[in-house]
C-alpha cells in the first residue's frame, strides 16, 4: 500500500537529484567568448571506421578504430533532415554489409562488423538465404522519409548480381532481376534489369539509381514500386557512362557521367560543372556528394575537391597519394576515395577503399550558439516575437549558421512546454510567431540565421499556427517545407518531441525522463535547460494526473521509474495518484518539488553547481520573470544551447532560493561567467538584475 503524503508534497531537496544526474552532468571548464570577427582554421582529417589493416586477419576488439573494413566502397548519412549530427552508413564491398558508425564509436550494442546478429542493418540474408547469393554492397543511401513507417530506408545496389535492395533494414528487393545486363524497363522496378552501381534519394524519398552498363539513369517511387528512365538509353538526355549519382537541396541531379561531373536540371537541362567542356578538369572522377549549402564534392583519383555556389573550386584533401594522416585535411594524403558524403553540419566522410578507412572532414566554422561574452546581458525586444529574434542575433553573430530552427505560437504555451528542448536538441532558435504571418523583424531574422536548406520545425497544428506561415517560410527558402509537431492535444505533442530527442540521439536508455504541469508553465520552462544537459526528454502531466500519452511512453521507456524525474507538485502528484506501483517507489524518490515556482527552479539549477575538487567552472547562467512565460520560454531554449541552468525570478526582486542558487553556483570551484536576463525591465526590474549581476566574476 501507498504512503500518501498529506497535504503539500514534500520539499525534496538537490540530494534528490544526486543519484540520477549527477553522472551525466559534467562541468563547462573555460567557457569561451564570442570573437568580434571569425577566421576559419585547416579543415580536420579524421578516421572515422577502420583500421587500414589486412581484413583476412581476424580484429583485436571491437570499435571504430579496431575493426578491419574490407573494402569501403560507399558512405551515406542517416540523419533526420536538418539535424546536421547524423550517423554514417557503410558500405563494405567485400564483407557484403552495411554497418553504422559515428565520430564518438559504433551504435551501442553492435560491433563494427557485418550487424546480422544485432541490429539487423545489411540483412541481405533475409533476401538471398546464405549460401545461395552473394550480396555485394557498392552504393548506399539513406532515406528520411514519410512514405513509410519506419524512421529511416537503407538502399543498397548491387552491380554484379543486378539488385538493388531497401527497407528499414536492408531486407527487401526494390529492383532488378538478377539477370543478365539489359536497358531498364519503364513499369514495375521489381521485373525490370537493373545493374545499379550508385544510388541517392531526394527530399520526397524518390530513389535514383545509375546503370553504367545500360548507360541509364532511372528513377524508382517506393511507393509504388515503378521504375522510369530519368536520363541516358531510351531518353533525350543522353548519357555515356554514368557511375554516381548525387541530390542537392533543390532535388537537382548531379551525375559522374564519363569522365564529367554534371548537373541536370527538372526540365531536363544537362549542365558540365567538371571534366571536359568546363574550367575544372577531373580525370577519373568516382564519387560525388553534395552539401545543405549546394557545395559539390567530387572524388577525382587521390583527391577531394569542392565547388561552392559561386563555381569557386577549393582542394579538400589529398594533396598526393598515400595513407591517410590524422591533421590538417588538404596536407593529408589520399589513396582510393570512391565515396562521399556530407552531413548538415558540413562532416564531409570519404570511404577510401586502398586505406581500407572512411575518413571524416570536419570545417572549421562558425556554429549556432555562440556563447555570450563574459558579463551581465539583457536580451529584451519592444515585445516577446522580437525578443526571441534578438536572442537568436546574441547567439548567432555569425550569418547562416543554424541548420533548423523552432516555430512556436506566441500567445499560448501549450505546445511549447516541450519545444525548448527540442530546439536545444537540434541546436536551433526557437522564434515565437502571432498573427497569419512572420513579422518583417522575424522574417528578416530567419533569411539571416539560417542555412541554405535548413529543416523548419513547428509546434501545433493549423489552429495554433497558420498554415500561411510555412508559406511564408517556403518563400525564404523554397524546396524545403515545414514540418509540423502537432499531437492531439499537448500531452501528445510533448511526447511527439520526446521521441525525436530520442530519434535523433538527444537521449537514451540511460537519460532522465521530466515530468512537469502540462497546464501551467513555470515548472516545464526551468527543467528545459537542465533535461539538455543531461540528454533528458520532457513530458506533461494533466495537471495531477498522468494522461494516457504519457502514461504510455513511461510504461515503454521506463517500466521501473528510475529514470522518471517529477519536477513540481503537480507532477509529484500524478506519479502518486497514476504512476504502477513497480515504478512508484524509484520515481516519486527523484522528484523535485520546491516550495515555489521559484525553488523549483532553483533546486533544478543547483544541480549545475560544481563538487569541490572539480575544477574551475564557469557556468552561464538564464534569468527570467516567473509571472509569465514567452520571456521564460525563450530563455530556456537559449539555455539549452548554452549549458546552463535558466532561474526564475519575481519582477521586482530576486526570491531567496534564486540568490541561494546563484550562491551555489559560485561556491568553491563555481564560477557564474554569464548573466542572460531575458526580458525588459518590467519582466525582471533593473534592481533584480544587478542583484543578480552581483554573482558574475569576470
Known sequence: MRIRPTGHIRHLPRLALVGLLTSLLSPVVGASSAAAAWEPGPARLAVLAGTGGDPSVPSTGFGRLATNL?????????????????????????????????????????ALQDLLGSVGFGAWWQVFPQGTTDFVATGVAVSHTHRTNDAFTVYATDPVMGYLLGGNDGSSLLAGTGRAPGIPVPGPASASPLHANAVATDSRG?????????????????????????AG?????????????????DDALHVIDGNAVVRLAADGTKTVLAGPGSDHPVDAPTAIAVGVDGTLYVADGHTVTSRDSAGAWTLVAGRTHGTPVPGDAVDSPLGQPTGLAVRGDGTLAISDREARQVLTVTPDQPAYGVPLDP????????????????????????????????????DSYADSLAGARLASTLSAPLFLTSGDHLTPELRAELDRVLTRSPRVYVLG?????????????????????????????????????????????????????FLVNGWNYPDGLAVSALAARTGGQVLLTDGDHLPERTARFL????PSGSRTVPVGGAAAEAVENDIPDRAYENAIGNAVVGADRYETSAVLASAFAPETGDPVTETPVGLATGENWPDALVGAA?????????????????????????????????????????????????????????????
Open 555 to 558: 510504461a515503454e521507456h521506463d
Open 70 to 110: 574490407a573494402g569501403p566502397m560507399a558512405v551515406a548519412v542517416g540523419e533526420a533532415p536538418g539535424v546536421g549530427t547524423g550517423e554514417f552508413a557503410i558500405a563494405d564491398r567485400w564483407v557484403g554489409s552495411v554497418v553504422w558508425q559515428d565520430a564518438a564509436g559504433v551504435r551501442p550494442g553492435t
Open 638 to 698: 537559449a539555455m539549452g544551447v548554452l549549458a546552463g541552468p535558466l532561474l526564475l525570478t519575481p519582477t521586482e526582486h530576486l526570491a531567496p532560493s534564486t540568490t541561494s542558487a546563484l550562491r551555489s553556483l559560485t561556491t568553491g570551484p563555481g564560477r557564474v561567467s554569464t548573466l542572460a536576463v531575458f526580458g525588459g525591465a518590467d519582466r525582471v526590474s533593473d534592481s533584480a538584475q544587478r542583484e543578480a549581476a552581483a554573482f558574475v566574476r569576470r
Open 375 to 410: 558579463g551581465t546581458h539583457r536580451l529584451a525586444g519592444p515585445d516577446r516575437v522580437q525578443t526571441a529574434v534578438l536572442a537568436s542575433r546574441r547567439l548567432a553573430p555569425f550569418d547562416h549558421t543554424a541548420t533548423s530552427v523552432v516555430l512556436a505560437r506566441a
Open 233 to 249: 538509353t531510351g531518353t533525350a538526355v543522353p548519357l555515356t557512362n554514368p557511375r554516381a549519382v548525387a541530390v542537392g537541396p
Open 461 to 513: 497544428d493549423s489552429r495554433a499556427v497558420p498554415i500561411t506561415i510555412d508559406e511564408d517560410v517556403y518563400r525564404l527558402r523554397p524546396f524545403r517545407d515545414t514540418e509540423r509537431l502537432a499531437g492531439s492535444d499537448r500531452f501528445d505533442t510533448a511526447a511527439q518531441i520526446a521521441d525525436r530527442v530520442e530519434w535523433w540521439g538527444g537521449a537514451d536508455e540511460t537519460t532522465p525522463v
Open 206 to 230: 524518390t530513389v535514383y539509381a545509375t546503370d553504367p552498363s545500360a548507360g541509364s539513369l532511372v528513377a524508382i517511387d517506393p511507393a509504388t514500386g515503378l521504375l522510369r528512365l530519368v
